[in-house]
């Protein structure tokens, strides 16, 4: 019996190219999805005013970026649905709608609110309607296409569940008409950044998706290993090891076990260990590369791609937001 494929709904917000965390921790999982499941995923580009609202020229050259380096990671058009949000704009009317029966104090208890805002005091003024109701927006995108399933890592459980709320509240005043999203847990393959940090563009330990592999190299050279390895003779540990992480994600199986075995015996020295580093990194980003040349050779091809995946979002979207406007007595 073949299980039953899910509509799943997913997003990024469009504020600069993406690194390999961003890869191991959201677009792996997102590539295995669309063998299976009837996935929507889209450029959340009106979330990215929650923090920029006040500079927007950046977003738009975001938009194209972010896209190149789905479908160069292996996201295909063919299988998924790749939509920018800001150009279906049901997503902004169930919004309002949903906004209206969402009670302040959801949003007020929403755990990263506060963290968030707390984060970018200083720099950003976030006592904004709306940082506050992003949740609400949040639902809207997902639920706008009565998707089943949402994947999510851990920390973002809160979300979903003020998500699955804010439908259960809908169906309770106007009748049942969205599923309540299921959580897929995704085990996130934590990377962390090249100096141990998470990685970050801001920290500058970041490796990008479409970084030359001549500029790779030198970081991988200078990357922290175990501190207490001050020798070649002395032995080493990978599990407090930064490098090592990456090994395990790049280089296959065997040659992680005979990695950890040269490691702890001191058999094998952290030099070699980076070449062989290298040598997976180049193994892994070179198919994705030549996708990208391919695509940056045809740059109209990115915004085809995308009016074609709006149109088919646009499509679903307006008849759910149909039978919404009935329920709501506003089909006029
Ligand atoms: S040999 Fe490899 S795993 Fe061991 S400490 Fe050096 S870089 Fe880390």
């Excluded at 070649?232 to 994600?249: A, E, I, M, Q, S």
């Excluded at 109209?300 to 009016?307: G, V, Y």
Aim: proline letters at 5%; a neutral charge.
């Amino acid at each position: 019996m073949t299980a039953q494929k899910e509509c799943i709904v997913s997003g990024m917000r469009p504020t600069g190219p993406l690194h390999l965390g961003h890869h191991f921790g959201v677009l792996a999982n997102w590539l295995a999805l669309q063998e299976q499941h009837d996935c929507l995923f889209f450029v959340a580009d009106w979330h990215a005013l929650t923090t920029e609202y006040s500079d927007t020229r950046k977003i738009k050259g975001f938009v194209p970026g972010l896209v190149l380096d789905w479908i160069a990671a292996g996201l295909d058009p063919d299988k998924c649905v790749i939509f920018q949000q800001s150009q279906v704009k049901e997503h902004a009317e169930l919004h309002l709608l949903l906004s209206m029966l969402t009670p302040i104090g959801w949003l007020e208890r929403n755990p990263t609110y506060k963290e968030v805002a707390q984060e970018l005091s200083g720099q950003k003024d976030l006592a904004t309607y709306g940082f506050l109701g992003y949740p609400v927006l949040m639902a809207a995108d997902i639920i706008l296409y009565r998707s089943t399933a949402v994947p999510v890592g851990q920390d973002q459980l809160p979300h979903l569940e003020l998500t699955r709320e804010i439908a259960r509240r809908y169906n309770f005043l106007h009748g049942d008409f969205f599923p309540e999203p299921r959580a897929l847990l995704t085990e996130e393959a934590k990377l962390p950044g090249l100096d141990g940090r998470k990685m970050s563009k801001s920290y500058g330990n970041s490796i990008a998706l479409g970084e030359p592999l001549e500029e790779i190299a030198p970081k991988i050279k200078t990357m922290l290993t175990d501190k207490n390895r001050l020798r070649r003779t002395d032995k080493g540990d990978p599990d407090v090891c930064n490098l090592f992480p990456y090994h395990k994600l790049l280089t296959d199986a065997e040659k992680c076990a005979e990695i950890r075995e040269g490691c702890t015996t001191a058999t094998w020295g952290c030099v070699d260990c980076k070449k062989t580093l290298m040598e997976s990194l180049t193994r892994f980003l070179d198919p994705i590369h030549a996708r990208r040349r391919a695509l940056e050779a045809e740059p109209d091809r990115l915004w085809r791609i995308l009016e074609q995946g709006n149109a088919k979002a646009r499509a679903r979207a307006a008849e759910n937001m149909e039978a919404v406007r009935k329920a709501l007595n506003f089909n006029y």
